[in-house]
């Protein structure tokens, strides 16, 4: 079978005017001013149902895309504009003799522009109680198809698929016409649109028809219970905040989201100070989801993704104050969050003399704390308060944590599931002591977000040492007793994973540790086991590991 090669075509025309444009729109933001400055241009104007009567009643005549059909909107307006004699006048290519040879055979005229918005599938699917037949009737198909066809013939036609791009294209049109340049960014604009549109659809439709896995079956790691993880996951990022650079000045970088998520950083609500960078997100990250583990009033002190403080109290302003004691040196310059408002309290805490942070992070901040950190010669320049909305950010990446590696995503459910003590066991011949049973559950809670290796040194509701990120538990354990020094004695030690030998028990013993969680499940259990009881000190087994790598 042969086939013709398409005629070669000649170079690109750089500006185009604009004479004869398809307007239908759903969202009608900004068509009294489109309106306007058509019908001043002398620009003919073709539309469908809505759009057409919301022209006229803007004093433009309007071509109803029907007599340019020869046929009339059927199917409750589910078909309109899908006709060659649309399509073939949207995608002419101008510095083709042979095209518009086919246009001057069948009668059909060029469009200049193609002005087209999606109808509002995303807010319809986000309204509470709506049905799957809602839904369905808010797939466009008539849309989706004439930006794309109008994309793809950019060198000649424009398309514009948003009201914030009118003014631009209303310049164009008052100076004669789009230059190749701006129908270029039209077009890749475009393509995002209908790129986006189809992934929310996707995503919805695939949760509809239950397909949301190749396979009923759980991966053998995977829960009882638990669905099992998406056999494609679809993402559709925006760029919500540009960033000076990446963890290095030589770094370019930037801060995506899925389109029309708000929640977790997604949502964040800078107040004031500079411009927040790359490394303070990535601390933000860690003290947010640290603090939102502990139930009583809380703050964490973040430096490089780990923290340096921590504590629960009674009130967020005593947490914050016994947490920024916990290492005053590395919480200078940190990232500090509390899961309750930030009140005056919390504010004169931070302005004790010495100390300084680069970023708060809350829930929501009172009135009168913004204006105290705010009108401190040595603060109000430089500090970052943000505001972070609680809730699940989950939803939109299908319950599932994402991480880049080279060439791919990894993907996990996020670590978020609250420890049972009910599920814990005593190991040990001697039980902690029962006042003792607060502080091991909150520092069980610290270690989960802890770089691995990890050890976690408490008093009360208080991380008093911390080892992180150690190539050995016992190097680990060492880092955060030196850290705790006298703090020490008579707190509690807690492990993100089990110890593999029993070296760590004499540290453990010689520093006054009270009692010891971890989690068990080395083949060498008995043997630390047995060193414990051979030091006095008691030790309970969760039986889960918090690595954290």
């Not at 708000?262 to 949502?267: D, K, N, V, W, Y």
């Amino acid at each position: 079978m042969h086939t013709t090669a398409p005629a070669p075509a000649g170079p690109a025309v750089d500006v185009v005017p604009i004479r004869r444009v398809l307007v239908s729109v759903f969202d009608k933001t900004g068509l009294d001013r489109l309106a306007k400055a058509l019908k001043a241009a002398g620009v003919r104007v073709a539309s469908t149902g809505g759009t057409s009567t919301a022209l006229a009643s803007h004093g433009v005549t309007v071509e109803d895309v029907s007599s340019i059909t020869g046929f009339p909107e059927v199917l409750d307006g589910r078909v309109k504009t899908l006709h060659p004699n649309i399509f073939a006048g949207i995608l002419a290519r101008g510095d083709r003799p042979d095209d518009l040879a086919v246009l001057a055979d069948h009668g059909i005229e060029r469009f200049d522009a193609v002005i087209v918005n999606l109808y509002a599938f995303e807010a319809a699917i986000a309204k509470p109680g709506c049905q799957p037949a809602e839904a369905i009737e808010l797939i466009d198909i008539g849309g989706p198809s004439l930006v794309r066809a109008a994309a793809k013939n950019h060198a000649f036609t424009t398309v514009v698929t948003s009201p914030d791009q009118y003014d631009d294209f209303l310049q164009a049109l008052a100076r004669g016409g789009t230059t190749l340049a701006e129908r270029r960014h039209y077009a890749a604009r475009a393509f995002e649109h209908t790129a986006g549109y189809d992934t929310a659809i996707a995503r919805w439709m695939a949760r509809h028809a239950g397909l949301v896995a190749e396979s009923a079956t759980p991966a053998a790691s995977e829960p009882a219970g638990e669905p099992p993880l998406a056999a494609r996951l679809t993402l559709d990022l925006e760029r919500r905040l540009p960033l000076r650079y990446g963890e290095n000045p030589h770094q370019s970088a930037a801060m995506y989201a899925p389109v029309g998520t708000h929640l977790g950083l997604a949502g964040l609500r800078q107040l004031c100070g500079k411009e927040l960078s790359y490394n303070n997100l990535l601390d933000l990250d860690g003290a947010m989801r640290l603090v939102g583990l502990v139930t009583e009033p809380a703050a964490v002190v973040v430096k490089h993704t780990n923290p340096c403080g921590a504590a629960g109290a009674a009130s967020v302003s005593k947490a914050l104050a016994t947490a920024m004691a916990a290492d005053p040196t590395s919480a200078f310059g940190s990232i500090v969050a509390v899961n309750r408002t930030f009140d005056r309290a919390c504010a004169e805490v931070l302005l004790a003399p010495g100390m300084f942070v680069e970023v708060i992070a809350a829930p929501a901040f009172e009135k009168e704390a913004v204006e105290l950190l705010t009108t401190q010669p040595t603060w109000k320049a430089s500090v970052r308060l943000v505001e972070i909305p609680p809730g699940d950010p989950w939803e939109a990446t299908g319950g599932m944590e994402l991480r880049s590696v080279a060439g791919a995503l990894l993907a996990q459910r996020p670590d978020t599931c609250c420890d049972d003590p009910a599920a814990w066991k005593v190991v040990t011949k001697a039980a902690p002591a029962a006042d003792l049973t607060q502080p091991l559950g909150f520092a069980f809670t610290l270690v989960r977000r802890l770089t691995s290796n990890a050890i976690a040194v408490c008093q009360g509701t208080s991380l008093v040492g911390a080892g992180i990120g150690q190539t050995s538990r016992v190097d680990a354990t060492r880092i955060a007793l030196e850290k705790a020094g006298d703090r020490a004695r008579g707190g509690v030690l807690a492990s993100d994973a089990f110890f593999p030998f029993p070296d760590s028990i004499e540290l453990i013993k010689r520093a006054g540790i009270a009692a010891i969680i971890q989690p068990g499940g080395s083949k060498r259990d008995a043997e630390v086991i047995a060193a414990a009881d051979v030091a006095g000190i008691p030790m309970v087994f969760t039986a889960r590991r918090h690595f954290r790598h």
